[in-house]
């Protein structure tokens, strides 16, 4: 239904790899949104997408809005120290009552 | 800074009491979110108001509810707390209905 599939639930990497996670739904979006968590602070947004296909970058970061408006990517090349936190993708569904639903969060770890 | 403030910042309460938690939106934003966060879980959508009206509810309990205010402060109402209660509670705003929203840091209830 609304709700949003987000993977992988964590990510163990070493720093300089490269980070892809994606969200998919069996519902529409007309809006797809990233955010990253710090532990104990609020979700902070990172990019939004607004149109399908849409690909847009905010320095190390990459996402874009899948053709079908059914899903989006989030990448991070060569990742640091501070990347670590929890990736949120959020999404508003384009019919009925649009709702912005959030995924249940992919936990990013790097060992340096 | 996101421009959302949320107070108080940590509250510690015994069960079987009532709290309430206060959020100041965005300069601008019309539309106010709120969210609980339990230890390492995803955000869980409470519910949402536009323009002082309730606009969607999730899986909100019937101790808890919201209110949005003519000057647009929302106040989230928490009553006969139980033990699992405690979590983190996010306040959101955004210009629009459902467009990219911005977080507070949050409320750290506890309850004892």
């Known amino acids: 239904g609304q709700q949003l599939n987000q993977s992988p639930q964590s990510m163990f990497i070493q720093e300089g790899e490269d980070v892809s996670m994606n969200c998919t739904s069996s519902s529409i979006f007309n809006t797809w949104l990233w955010y990253k968590q710090d532990p104990g602070e609020g979700p902070v947004l990172l990019i939004a997408?607004?149109?399908?296909?849409e690909l847009t970058s905010n320095g190390r970061l990459t996402a874009q809005f899948g053709i079908t408006r059914k899903d989006s990517f989030l990448n991070i090349s060569a990742s640091i120290p501070s990347d670590v936190g929890i990736y949120f993708c959020?999404?508003?569904?384009?019919?009925?009552?649009?709702?912005?639903?959030f995924g249940q969060g992919t936990r990013l770890t790097i060992n340096p | 800074d996101s421009g959302v403030t949320q107070t108080p910042k940590h509250l510690i309460t015994a069960t079987g009491q009532r709290v309430t938690l206060r959020c100041s939106p965005r300069s601008g934003d019309l539309s106010v979110y709120w969210y609980q966060q339990s230890l390492d879980q995803g955000l869980q959508f409470l519910i949402q108001y536009y323009n002082g009206e309730e606009r969607a509810k999730g899986n909100i309990l019937e101790r808890f509810s919201a209110q949005q205010f003519p000057d647009l402060h929302s106040e989230l109402n928490l009553s006969s707390l139980e033990l699992g209660d405690s979590a983190l509670y996010f306040c959101?705003?955004?210009?629009?209905?459902?467009?990219?929203?911005?977080f507070g840091q949050g409320t750290r209830l506890t309850v004892v």
């Open positions: 959020a999404g508003v569904i384009i019919q009925g009552a649009q709702k912005l639903v």
């Open positions: 959101a705003s955004s210009v629009a209905a459902n467009t990219e929203a911005f």
């Open positions: 997408l607004y149109k399908a296909g």
